[in-house]
């Protein structure tokens, strides 16, 4: 017998000694469980954030531990959510470290069978490059009763729903200013 | 969202809440603990229905006939609330007498213009108090439209440049008999238009039986009134069809007669899909709309500053849109800053103008016919979440250069190797020539900024840690992109560049070179240029002037910045508040949280009771105040009467709570605005096995086709071949996916949770087509084929209409053909043709027609023949159920510009 094993650690006995009448806690916990501390209690910081899927905007808290995200909780401060969160809210901590997440740059080039690396800063260079081009080429000054057009018909985007305020500003900003109108996001899917 | 339980009742329609937004439905849930009626009206039984009182399945399409039924019943047994009926709305306002109803022209409205297949709004307008009809009856700008015509108008998507209020009239001098007697009142014309909508109607169209409606129509109406409310819910299910504004405003139509807009636990909730889904309308990533839902301007209507600041507002007209002038020139000064002047118009010639809908289908067939060289793709997957994926994904391998960023390797940045078109032989990868960037994006963890919820409120997200390897967040994407191009130009003279060289691109970075996000926020919300105050943020959208003293990126979101302080990051914790909770996050306008709050008073401004208490007229400190921040000029009283003819602010009464539409009343008829008839009536989708009932007039007449041979449809109705694709089909989400599936098919979570692509069919459809639970089953619309798991689930109803039996397919639309993704299958959106609501250029994906056989779908170019033998079994050809007017196929234009 185990010597540190004693009649107060008898289960009947340990369930008496910590209250624990229906034996589901602290009476059972295995040693490796109570070595566990949560990752929200080891975090260095907490920050206040906001579900990144569906509208309806439950909050989040982000446990940080040494630059790295460790867990995303409901934020009970929320008057909307309290707490809550739904399976996708509560697996946004995946969305964020899953390791099939692309962290690289890649070109495939044009008839290319596959990815090919590329430094961040040769492709945003290239991307600059063609918007110039094709704004160029496909420039549309006035319309056939000589109206004032002003824009580029050659150059399109879409996305917008999930990003943030700032960004979709910047985007609408920038693009209207180059004269490229077709942008659109899933506000109209 | 938490007003949603101090609901008294809650109709459901057009969205599964408790799945698709299983935290708000916590509210639902409070308001059912409260006592609360909350009934399901949808094709499926799902977690919502077993939720709620009672599920009333629906044929997919036929909502508008349901609540059209609602109405009439309202009106037949006088239950409407008369005192906010006649004060608030504008049911005692005259319509013009040239106005012609559906019901006389057997399901078109007057204006109607064969050759354009659209409407001249002309003959809808207000008759006019000045003796007759106005010189230009109907000649009232929408905030974008000035002296347009509907034809001219239907060019864009007007619809949803009115996100904040109602388009604009010439005037506010209208015509109103409070008896509500007169034949020309809108009272009278909606009981005529209504009239059909019979409970019989109902069952014969919609499936529902002549009980159920009465069990609907009471519980809806007598929950409503003085002393309780009622509350709509929606989502896609209503919004994705050839008329989805329409069935909106039907249900808009329902909560002003029975007085419950503007009230707690009244109005009309949309949930929303996406996180800042708002925002992006908001401030738009959008064709047609500049932030704050100023009109992008159109050739040949707004040539010059004059024509468009005359489209936007009209400073005759009533309430708040009056003022667009300062909203407009703020912009400007936001964007072109010291180059933007009085004398130069504010650099107005700078904004690039429309010349029809160029919206994102349009773009796509722009693409296929070579005339688009460059996309981006901004965290968006079109290639399995837009209607038509072939479409989507042959137009892509049209363009020279592709732009994806987004976190995970998306379908729509891999169609080129392992699309569903190079397993079918129709693209090869070595023949496309599109080159290709894949750019990875940063979180919501790793940036900082705020999005908009579906409920206009902006919360602030702060960036917890750095973003792993190149990803970056979009805003130092595009601040990056913007200066690069900007020196690339740098030397240029060219008069085209001017824009870009002028244009206000300086904003602080971190030492990764990240702008701040905060900085934006402030541009967005405005600052004073001038005087003492110079540099100071505006407090409010009243303070901005068109004089070039005040700057302002969108003047809705003015105040969210007051004082130097994010309100967006606002966070008393909700438990420290009342359920408003005004000091969480910030909801655009001025901070407020329901809408038009001024109508939870009485005219004189009392609540209308104890129980329903929300804003009212403190007359001893002479404003207005309560649980909200009023909707209305804070210290104007009641009894208020403006000056005959005065416009703006000072135009509205006291008594006029709709302070953005250009009357000050809650339109239940819409003289201006909507493309396709200024009541919601009843036609089948696109495609559809069932004839119209109620008219000869089969779709909508006004809606956007496209006849071409990648976009054929299935006969509809009492047509030859209709019975080849025999079935309805529906698509929608589930909880555990995220749209097309960009943030959800990649996390092994969520993917485990849910692995499979499948369609729910009723006991009844598989006992007729021999399909069996877990096996498979290939799904054919005239436009592809697609395989799925089958489960058979009494969820499926199959319903009597017009005295057939009709099944309906359900599939879920999240999976794709793809090889990186840790869950991939066929994609429901391949079946879906694309032909679009004119108000607003969205597509119908809620409503389709297919057949449904057992066993796997063929491979390879065997696909193609079994799509192909279809259609030539159906007979479709590019004129089928593209007849925009039924009986006339001359009427057949493509109408992809307009
Ligand atoms: S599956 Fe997860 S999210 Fe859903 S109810 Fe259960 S514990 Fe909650
Ligand atoms: S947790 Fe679920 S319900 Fe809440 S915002 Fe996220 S996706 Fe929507």
Not at chain 2, 225 to 244: D, K, P, S
Request: charged share 25%; proline share 6%; with cysteine.
């Amino acid at each position: 017998m185990d010597p540190k094993k004693t009649f107060l650690s008898w289960p009947v006995v340990r369930q008496v000694r910590s209250g624990d009448f229906l034996g589901r806690g602290p009476s059972v916990t295995s040693a490796h469980t109570r070595e566990l501390a949560p990752r929200t209690a080891t975090a260095d910081k907490v920050v206040q954030s906001v579900c990144p899927y569906c509208a309806v905007g439950c909050g989040q808290r982000v446990f940080v531990k040494d630059g790295r995200v460790v867990q995303i909780e409901g934020d009970p401060d929320s008057p909307v959510s309290r707490g809550r969160l739904c399976p996708k809210g509560s697996a946004s901590e995946q969305l964020v470290n899953n390791p099939g997440r692309q962290r690289k740059a890649l070109y495939r080039r044009p008839g290319g069978t596959d990815w090919e690396p590329i430094e961040l800063s040769t492709a945003v260079e290239m991307v600059a490059q063609r918007f110039v081009e094709s704004r160029r080429r496909t420039w549309q000054d006035r319309d056939e009763h000589g109206r004032p057009l002003r824009r580029t018909m050659g150059i399109a985007s879409l996305g917008g729903a999930t990003l943030d305020n700032e960004e979709n500003y910047l985007i609408k900003k920038l693009f209207t200013a180059a004269g490229a109108i077709q942008i659109e996001n899933q506000a109209r899917i | 969202m938490q007003d949603l339980s101090n609901a008294d009742c809650i109709v459901i329609q057009g969205s599964n809440m408790a799945e698709c937004h299983p935290v708000a439905y916590q509210w639902v849930t409070e308001a059912r603990l409260k006592g609360a009626r909350v009934i399901h009206i949808d094709p499926r039984f799902t977690r919502t229905s077993a939720t709620a009182d009672k599920h009333i399945p629906i044929r997919a399409g036929s909502d508008v006939v349901l609540l059209g039924a609602l109405i009439k019943y309202i009106l037949d047994h006088e239950l409407y609330f008369k005192e906010y009926v006649v004060a608030y709305t504008n049911a005692a306002t005259m319509v013009s007498e040239e106005y012609r109803d559906t019901e006389d022209l057997d399901g078109l409205f007057s204006g109607y213009d064969d050759a354009k297949g659209s409407y001249s709004q002309q003959t809808w307008a207000y008759a006019s108090s000045d003796g007759e009809d106005d010189e230009t009856p109907g000649t009232i700008g929408g905030p974008a439209a000035g002296h347009e015509h509907g034809e001219a108008k239907s060019a864009r998507a007007a619809g949803d440049e009115h996100g904040s209020g109602g388009p604009a009239l010439e005037h506010a001098r209208v015509l109103r008999d409070e008896t509500l007697q007169d034949p020309n009142t809108v009272f009278q014309i909606l009981k005529r238009h209504y009239a059909r909508y019979t409970p019989e109607m109902v069952a014969d169209t919609c499936g529902i039986s002549v009980d159920d409606f009465e069990y609907l129509a009471r519980s809806v109406t007598e929950n409503s009134g003085r002393e309780r409310t009622t509350a709509f819910v929606y989502a896609v299910g209503w919004t994705q069809h050839t008329l989805g504004a329409q069935f909106i405003r039907t249900a808009a139509i329902v909560q002003l007669l029975l007085g419950n807009m503007g009230r707690p636990g009244g109005g009309i909730m949309a949930l929303r899909g996406h996180a800042s889904i708002q925002g992006s309308t908001d401030i738009p990533t959008l064709y047609n709309i500049l932030p704050g839902y100023l009109a992008m301007p159109v050739a040949g209507l707004h040539d010059t500053w004059d024509e468009y600041l005359a489209a936007i507002g009209n400073k005759e007209q009533k309430g708040f849109w009056a003022n667009a002038d300062t909203y407009a020139v703020s912009l400007l000064k936001a964007w072109w800053g010291k180059a933007a002047t009085a004398e130069n118009d504010w650099c107005f010639d700078y904004v690039p103008k429309l010349t029809g809908a160029h919206g994102t289908y349009q773009t796509t067939m722009a693409m296929l016919d070579d005339q688009v060289e460059g996309y981006f793709l901004l965290g968006q997957n079109p290639a399995v979440g837009s209607a038509h994926g072939r479409m989507q994904r042959q137009a892509m391998s049209h363009l020279k250069w592709l732009v994806v960023r987004d976190f995970n390797m998306i379908e729509s940045a891999t169609f080129w190797k392992d699309g569903p078109e190079i397993a079918s032989g129709e693209l090869v990868t070595e023949d496309i020539q599109t080159e290709v960037f894949f750019l990875p994006a940063a979180a919501h963890t790793e940036k900082s900024g705020s999005f908009t919820q579906t409920q206009r409120m902006l919360q602030w997200h702060h960036q917890a840690v750095q973003p792993p390897g190149d990803c970056q967040s979009e805003l130092q994407f595009f601040y990056e992109l913007g200066r690069r191009v900007r020196e690339l130009l740098a030397d240029s003279t060219d008069e085209r560049d001017r824009p870009l060289l002028d244009l206000t691109w300086d904003y602080p970075t971190d030492e990764h070179g990240d702008p701040d996000a905060e900085a934006v926020l402030a541009e967005i919300n405005g600052r004073h240029l001038t005087g003492d105050q110079a540099g100071r943020p505006l407090s409010a959208y009243t303070e901005m002037k068109a004089d070039g003293s005040t700057d302002g990126g969108c003047w809705i979101y003015t105040g969210v910045y007051a004082g130097s302080v994010n309100h967006a990051a606002d966070r008393k914790p909700g438990r420290e508040q009342d359920l408003t909770a005004l000091d969480w996050g910030w909801a655009w306008p001025a901070n407020r949280r329901i809408l038009y709050n001024r109508a939870s008073a009485d005219p004189e401004g009392n609540p209308w009771s104890e129980r329903k208490r929300y804003v009212w007229w403190d007359a001893e400190q002479g404003k207005w105040t309560g649980h909200d921040v009023p909707d209305f000029v804070p210290d104007k009283a009641p009894s208020y009467r403006p000056e005959p003819g005065t416009g703006g602010p000072a135009g509205l009464a006291g008594d006029d709570p709709f302070v953005m539409q250009a009357d000050g009343k809650g339109w239940l008829f819409a003289p201006k605005g909507m493309l396709d008839g200024p009541l919601p009536t009843h036609y089948e989708p696109q495609e559809s096995p069932v004839q119209n009932p109620l008219y000869t007039q089969q779709s909508n007449p006004a809606r956007k086709v496209f006849p071409r041979k990648d976009n054929l449809w299935s006969p509809s109705g009492d047509s030859p071949g209709a019975d080849v694709y025999p079935y309805v089909f529906t698509t929608y989400r589930l909880t555990e996916h995220h749209t097309a599936g960009g943030m959800s098919r990649w996390l092994p979570y969520l993917s485990e949770l849910q692995p499979e692509f499948f369609c729910e069919v009723s006991p009844e459809l598989a006992a007729e087509r021999g399909l069996e639970n877990g096996g498979w089953a290939t799904i054919v619309s005239a436009r592809a084929a697609i395989e799925a798991r089958v489960m058979v689930t009494e969820r499926m109803t199959p319903l009597t209409v017009t005295g057939r039996t009709i099944h309906q397919v359900g599939l879920p639309y999240h999976w794709g053909v793809g090889t990186n993704a840790v869950v991939s299958g066929d994609a429901a959106n391949d079946l879906l043709g694309v032909a679009l609501d004119p108000n607003v250029q969205i597509q119908e994906s809620k409503a389709g027609s297919c057949d449904i056989v057992p066993g796997r779908r063929p491979a390879g170019e065997e696909l193609l023949r079994l799509v192909a033998e279809y259609q030539s079994r159906a007979g479709s050809t590019v004129m089928t159920s593209n007849e925009l007017r039924t009986g006339h196929p001359e009427s057949t234009p493509d109408t992809r510009e307009g």
